[in-house]
């Protein structure tokens, strides 16, 4: 199961400092480019280097319509907001520049032009999602656009709107069941707080360059995807000996919910015969999980039978495919069904995404699932690196070991391995040839890719994290 994380809005001005390298500079959203130098020199103006301004001069050099600006975001866009932001960046690196000016009047009182927020305050703009965390970081108005033009609040009331059909899909269901139904899907107020199990199915659609116009179908495909999380979060507490008993009938309804609404989806009869197959899946790498994957914890000690072999961590993707069955499905109502090569690429895709996914998320539990005797990859890694094999052995032993390994070897193996699939998620995603891309050929911003942009981020501020954590040790040295 897919457990949350809450990394929320904040951002470390050390991991935004470690992304500002030349290359990222050449290459990223203008917008975010300047509004992070922006960021960074209100809040840290010492971790704003001489290599950092010169990356910055030489892109405005190579995205300027004529000397002195105003400059291109892309070879037929001159986005007034993003030439705020370098008007903000020469405000404080340079002195201000006359064409620059003259195009910002149009649009901006120029004078105002003095914090990084300023260029975005009382719009409505489309942002990228990195721009979008460091607003809510300077408490810019929450009105602003997202990534794909949708505000924050029309896509709350999109969310609320799935949440409502979840709950509407339960009419005729007893009383008993329903009340520990709503208790659970209400926790999706806050604990989807990125839309990402409410929203995926509309969130994939908006990032397809051709998808249907049907609101309704994208509501159910998100009321779907509520009811099997809801039925796998249940059974995942079983699988982890943490059972609320009275919470099974609950879940079984739910899963005969998803199963109905799923097929009822696309009335195709491939798409019908993938539905089944795909939860045949899911039930089946649960089944091998808690088979291979639990050890024996008992008086204060770790038992291991064997360790098990998790090969390419398919099993991880497995587990949680049932996350993907309402983009799917918004394929097969277009026409794409099991066998074609881009049906194919997408699921690959998220196949990358779910692996990357979990090793973040497992990333905060380490210490819980090392003591409950859960074999996750980094338990497994955290083994390794601790010369432990079969046998048993005393957490007493291990812990104070646990945590400088965890840091020192562990943690570079799960970033080499995370950033790995979140790199082949895009390349699979952008191969299906079925999603906008960017000028680069990479994925267009949009509310899709910021889900991808979310583990990235969260894995660079926990490797910033890292890193400052050795600086500090090494002053003891």
């Known amino acids: 199961m897919i457990r949350g994380s809450g990394v929320g809005t904040s951002f470390s001005m050390t991991a935004l400092a470690e992304l500002a390298k030349p290359a990222w500079i050449k290459n990223a959203p203008l917008i975010d480019v300047f509004l992070v130098l922006n960021v960074l020199h209100e809040r840290r103006p010492k971790f704003v280097t001489g290599v950092m301004l010169g990356a910055a001069v ?37 002195k201000p520049l006359p064409g620059l000016q003259k195009f910002l009047a149009r649009h901006y009182d120029v004078t105002l032009l003095r914090t990084a927020a300023a260029p975005f305050d009382g719009r409505k703009v489309t942002l990228t999602p990195l721009a979008a ?35 509407g899909a339960m009419a005729d269901i007893p009383s008993e069941i329903l009340r520990h139904s709503r208790k659970i899907l209400q926790t999706f107020d806050h604990g989807d707080d990125r839309g990402e199990v409410r929203l995926l199915p509309a969130f994939f659609a908006a990032a397809l360059t051709d998808a249907p116009d049907d609101a309704q179908f994208y509501t159910m495909l998100g009321a779907a995807n509520m009811h ?4 796998y979060t249940i059974y995942d507490d079983f699988y982890d000996n943490e059972a609320q008993l009275h919470l099974l009938p609950a879940a079984h309804v739910s899963m005969r919910l998803a199963m109905r609404l799923y097929t009822e989806a696309v009335d195709v009869a491939e798409w019908r015969a993938f539905v089944s197959k795909a939860f045949d899946r899911v039930d089946a790498a649960n089944a091998w999980e808690v088979s291979h994957c639990r050890f024996m914890v008992a008086t204060e000690k770790l038992s291991i039978k064997d360790l098990p072999d998790m090969g390419n961590l ?39 995404y779910l692996v990357a996914r979990q090793c973040n ?61 979140i790199e082949r998620a895009r390349q699979a995603f952008a191969e299906s040839g079925l999603l906008r891309l960017d000028a680069h050929g990479g994925l267009a911003q949009t509310k899709f890719n910021e889900l991808l ?4 981020t969260s894995l660079l501020e926990a490797q910033s994290a890292r890193r400052q954590s050795q600086e500090f040790l090494s002053t003891f040295k």
Request: net charge negative.
């Open 314 to 352: 398919e099993y991880i993707a497995d587990r949680a495919y049932f996350h993907a069955l309402g983009p799917m499905a918004v394929l097969a109502r277009c026409g794409i069904l099991p066998g074609d090569a881009r049906w194919g690429a997408i699921w690959r895709g998220f196949g990358h």
């Open 228 to 231: 099997t999380w809801l039925a």
């Open 133 to 167: 965390r460091l607003l809510a970081m300077q408490g810019t108005d929450p009105a602003i656009a997202d990534s794909d033009g949708t505000t924050v609040k029309e896509w709350r009331a999109d969310a609320q709107k799935v949440q409502d059909a979840a709950l």
């Open 453 to 456: 942009v979310y583990i990235e």
């Open 58 to 94: 030489q892109r405005l050099v190579a995205c300027e319509v004529q000397p002195g600006g105003p400059y291109k975001s892309a070879p037929d866009l001159i986005d007034p907001v993003a030439n705020a932001c370098i008007a903000v960046f020469v405000g404080w690196a340079g």
């Open 361 to 421: 998320d497992d990333l905060l539990d380490w210490r819980a699932d090392l003591s409950s005797g859960q074999a996750t990859p980094i338990v497994l890694s955290l083994l390794k690196h601790l010369g432990v094999r079969e046998g048993t052995h005393a957490f007493s032993d291990l812990m104070p070991r646990a945590g400088h390994i965890f840091w020192c070897d562990v943690l570079p193996e799960i970033f080499e391995l995370a950033f790995g699939h």
